[in-house]
């Protein structure tokens, strides 16, 4: 089983600040690597998929980025409707998914 | 546009069953590939099974913690996802979401792009 390791797991941080979220994978996954957004409640949303490429509708200040086993997602200029727990998934291996980043506002 | 809403959630005592609905609309999910994802409460996301598009054979594939218990399958006819749930356990407790993956020019791509809003599973005595 491929696990996946995300860092930091809570960030806090204010609107309009720019972060990077981190991934690492125990093994390559070349660029089959995803991020989601999870808001309370809610269903995951789909953000980016192979490691870079922003999925239909996302806003462009998210951006994903990586190869191998080390994945980041940045999200610039944040917007109070980012503040969400952020999970990363590969597909290299059937599918498992990292633990989490939570995001909450300062 | 695209919709799948999920059913079929409850209470049921360890070793019981219970069968999941995800009525799908939009598109058809035959030629799709659908998978059951859950999430344990306060904790993240693990996948649970799969069905391959049609063209593709309509195989089926689980994640080892549900393998022998957990069927996925399919009723073209009504456009509907089923995961029927048998000898549940306590640790099988969560909300269970039914996704459609992300599907482009280059076939499958593996990640779920569609989710419906999620049937919450509780086992329990």
């Known amino acids: 089983e491929i696990v996946l390791t995300q860092s930091p797991a809570t960030l806090s941080l204010s609107p309009g600040e720019r972060v990077t979220l981190s991934c690492r994978a125990s093994?390559?996954?070349?660029?089959?690597l995803g991020w989601y957004q999870q808001k309370p409640g809610q269903a995951p949303r789909l953000l980016i998929y192979?490691?870079?490429n922003r999925a239909a509708g996302i806003p462009t200040r998210f951006s994903g980025s990586g190869s191998g086993t080390d994945f980041t997602l940045t999200i610039s200029n944040l917007e109070p409707e980012d503040f969400a727990v952020y999970y990363c998934q590969q597909r290299g291996y059937w599918y498992t998914f990292g633990q989490g980043t939570k995001l909450e506002i300062k | 546009e695209v919709q799948l809403v999920d059913s079929g959630g409850g209470l049921v005592e360890p070793g019981g069953s219970l069968r999941l609905s995800c009525a799908a609309s939009?598109?058809?999910?035959?030629?799709?590939?659908m998978t059951w994802v859950r999430q344990a409460p306060g904790r993240g996301l693990e996948w649970v099974a799969r069905i391959k598009s049609k063209s593709d054979g309509a195989t089926t594939d689980y994640a080892a913690p549900v393998k022998g218990r957990f069927i996925i399958s399919r009723d073209d006819s009504q456009n509907t996802l089923y995961l029927q749930m048998d000898s549940l356990k306590a640790e099988d407790t969560g909300v269970y979401y039914c996704t459609r993956e992300l599907s482009d020019s280059s076939g499958p791509r593996h990640y779920f792009q569609y989710w419906g809003q999620g049937s919450l599973v509780t086992v329990s005595s």
């Open positions: 192979d490691a870079s």
């Open positions: 939009g598109f058809s999910s035959t030629n799709a590939y």
């Open positions: 093994q390559s996954l070349t660029n089959f």
